[in-house]
């Protein structure tokens, strides 16, 4: 069974940073591509970021380069997002995924879905 847990959300302030986990059991960490995810209330989801198998390569969306970054240690079986200077808009659930081979940033590519994680950004 495929688990993705996510966890390091919570409540901070803007300008505040945060790294979010996701550990994955069940499957060969190590042949999927990962990627985040994010969900602001009353908005669909949107990608964040990905990584590929090796972490060779990553990509994220236009408007948060420069202050996210995706990593991952596949000997740990988990990926990471580290967020730096939050803003009250980047308040959302934070979703892990998992996808199989191939590297994209569509939602219905991906395999397996964390459960998610709030981050809250005060004003």
């Known amino acids: 069974q495929v688990q993705l847990v996510e966890s390091g959300g919570g409540l901070v302030q803007a300008g505040d940073s945060l790294r979010l986990s996701c550990a994955a059991s069940?499957?060969?960490?190590?042949?999927?591509?990962m990627g985040w995810f994010r969900q602001a209330p009353g908005k669909e989801r949107e990608f964040v970021a990905l990584?590929?198998?090796?972490?060779?390569?990553?990509d994220y969306a236009d408007t948060l380069k420069g202050r996210f970054t995706i990593s991952r240690d596949n000997a740990k079986n988990t990926v990471y997002l580290q967020m730096n200077s939050l803003k009250p808009e980047d308040t959302a659930v934070y979703y892990c995924?998992?996808?199989?081979?191939?590297?994209?940033?569509?939602?219905?590519?991906?395999?397996?879905w964390g459960q998610g994680t709030q981050v809250t950004v005060s004003s």
């Open positions: 990584i590929t198998w090796s972490g060779g390569s990553t």
């Open positions: 995924a998992a996808a199989h081979v191939i590297v994209t940033r569509i939602e219905y590519e991906y395999d397996y």
């Open positions: 069940g499957l060969i960490f190590s042949r999927y591509a």
